[in-house]
T-cell receptor
Framework: EPEVTQTPSHQVTQMGQEVILRCVPI?????FYWYRQILGQKVEFLVS????????KSEIFDDQFSVERPDGSNFTLKIRSTKLEDSAMYFC????????????FGPGTRLTVL | GENVEQHPSTLSVQEGDSAVIKCTYS??????FPWYKQELGKRPQLIID?????GEKKDQRIAVTLNKTAKHFSLHITETQPEDSAVYFC??????????FGQGTELSVKP
C-alpha cells in the first residue's frame, strides 16, 4: 500500500539556521499539507497546497516558513531562521483520489532546535 | 475561530470493556470527521471517518456517530484489547481540507 514518506526522521539544528524538511506524498494525490505537533500536544495545521500554490495557511505559518513542490514527487517545508519554539514533530500529509478529504500522514520529522 | 474539543484527556479501561471518546466542533461548515490513532513516536493513522451525510459508521470493533445538529461526534471501541492502547485524536474539516484536531485522548487498556 502506498505511503507518505518523509526525510530526515530527525533533524538537529542551531537557532537561526535554515532547515528543509522533505516529503514524498502518495503518487496520485493532488493535495498536500504540513502539520506540526509539539511534544505531548495536539496536531496543528500549518499549510495546505494544491495546484502549485498555497490554498490556506495558519497563523503559525509566518514569513519564516515556505513550501515548495520542486519536482513531480517532492514537497518541502523550509524554515528560514529557526527558533527554539520551532522544535516539534512535523508531519506531511496528502490526499486525493476517490476520497479527496481523506488525509494520510507521513512518519514525521522530529526537529530539535538548540 | 475553528475549534475541536475532545474528552476525556485520559481513559483507562479493562480489557474487553468498551471505550467512548467524545468531540464537539465549532464550525458548522465542517463536513468530514476522521479519527486517528497515534502510538508513541509514530504517525497518526486513520482508523475511521464519517461524513456529514451519514449519522453512524461501523468497522468491526470501531464505530463513529455524528450529530450535526449538536455538533458532536463520538468514537466507540468495543471489546478493547491491550493493542488498542494509544492516543486517539478526533478532527474536523470543511471544504478547504485542513484538519482541526482535538487535544487527544490517551487510552490505556489494562489486561
Amino acid at each position: 500500500e502506498p505511503e507518505v514518506t518523509q526525510t530526515p526522521s530527525h533533524q538537529v539544528t542551531q537557532m537561526g539556521q535554515e532547515v528543509i524538511l522533505r516529503c514524498v506524498p502518495i503518487s496520485n494525490h493532488l493535495y498536500f499539507y504540513w502539520y506540526r505537533q509539539i511534544l505531548g500536544q495536539k496536531v496543528e495545521f500549518l499549510v495546505s497546497f494544491y495546484n502549485n500554490e498555497i490554498s490556506e495557511k495558519s497563523e503559525i505559518f509566518d514569513d519564516q516558513f515556505s513550501v515548495e513542490r520542486p519536482d513531480g514527487s517532492n514537497f518541502t517545508l523550509k524554515i528560514r531562521s529557526t527558533k527554539l519554539e520551532d522544535s516539534a514533530m512535523y508531519f506531511c500529509a496528502s490526499s486525493g483520489g476517490a476520497q479527496r478529504d481523506t488525509q494520510y500522514f507521513g512518519p514525521g520529522t522530529r526537529l530539535t532546535v538548540l | 475561530g475553528e475549534n475541536v474539543e475532545q474528552h476525556p484527556s485520559t481513559l483507562s479501561v479493562q480489557e474487553g470493556d468498551s471505550a467512548v471518546i467524545k468531540c464537539t466542533y465549532s464550525d458548522s461548515a465542517s463536513n468530514y470527521f476522521p479519527w486517528y490513532k497515534q502510538e508513541l513516536g509514530k504517525r497518526p493513522q486513520l482508523i475511521i471517518d464519517i461524513r456529514s451525510n451519514v449519522g453512524e459508521k461501523k468497522d468491526q470493533r470501531i464505530a463513529v456517530t455524528l450529530n450535526k445538529t449538536a455538533k458532536h461526534f463520538s468514537l466507540h471501541i468495543t471489546e478493547t484489547q491491550p493493542e488498542d492502547s494509544a492516543v486517539y485524536f478526533c478532527a474536523a474539516s470543511g471544504q478547504g481540507g485542513k484538519l482541526i484536531f482535538g487535544q487527544g485522548t490517551e487510552l490505556s487498556v489494562k489486561p
